[in-house]
């Protein structure tokens, strides 16, 4: 099965700095990689995709790298704010229509 | 103007009954799924549908029942609740149905908290 895993449950960090989170997946490279983030009592929103072909994205302060060889994506939220506290998740697909998602990050900035 | 909509947003109810979901979404898109988000907030699709056929039909109790009158809506009856259909449920849309394109990015709707008694 393509699993995906985000390897850590919770991340705090103090506000200004640099979070990271890992989503690490199995068998063969997925066409892309999505990350979502969920606010508690509401439904993930998408962030960014990345592409197999692509080494790094960029959005605002959100940075996703994408290493083949590792099999694994790495999201960064740079100058963390308080307002960045939420649970981040990874997807890929999982076969013709299905998206597999990870279990999610929860990450508290504090101020 | 929201995107994707559920309704209810909570649901209490006992053992036994029946109740179901109703899910909008007014984007246009062609897909539209439903998704079950237990304790361990493990998102795992249960149905999809693609311009009211359905595409994904999960190992789902036969209890849970999509039902699609337009592609812009995706219903779920479930029948004879038990206690571990406690969860939170979403319905989500994508304009494309293939996981591997571009385009399945997924516009989730805010959730139902289903609480089975």
């Known amino acids: 099965s393509q699993k995906i895993e985000q390897n850590s449950e919770a991340l705090n960090i103090q506000e200004g700095k640099t979070a990271t989170l890992t989503c690490n997946y199995t068998?063969?490279?997925?066409?892309?990689l999505q990350w979502y983030r969920q606010d508690p009592g509401r439904g993930p929103v998408f962030l960014l995709l990345?592409?197999?072909?692509?080494k790094e994205k960029r959005k605002e302060r959100l940075k996703v790298t994408f290493d083949t060889t590792l099999k694994q994506s790495l999201f960064h939220i740079t100058a963390s704010q308080p307002a960045d506290s939420a649970t981040y998740l990874c997807?890929?697909?999982?076969?013709?229509?299905?998206?597999?998602f990870g279990a999610g990050t929860t990450v508290t900035v504090r101020a | 103007d929201t995107a994707v909509s559920q309704t209810p947003k909570y649901l209490v109810t006992q053992m036994g009954n029946d109740k179901s979901i109703k899910c909008e979404q007014n984007?246009?898109?062609?897909?539209m799924y439903w998704y079950k988000q237990d304790s361990k907030k493990f998102l795992k699709i249960m149905f999809s549908y693609n311009n009211k056929e359905l595409i994904i039909n999960e190992t789902v109790p036969n209890r849970f029942s999509p039902k699609s009158p337009d592609k812009a809506h995706l219903n779920l009856h479930i029948n004879s609740l038990e206690l571990g259909d406690s969860a939170v449920y979403f319905c989500?849309?994508?304009?494309?149905?293939?996981?591997?394109?571009?385009?399945?990015?997924?516009?989730f709707g805010p959730g139902t908290r289903l609480t089975v008694l």
């Open positions: 990345i592409r197999e072909n692509e």
């Open positions: 989500a849309s994508s304009q494309d149905k293939f996981a591997e394109s571009s385009y399945n990015e997924q516009f």
């Open positions: 068998n063969y490279s997925p066409a892309y």
């Open positions: 984007l246009g898109h062609d897909t």
């Open positions: 997807a890929r697909p999982f076969n013709d229509y299905k998206l597999s």
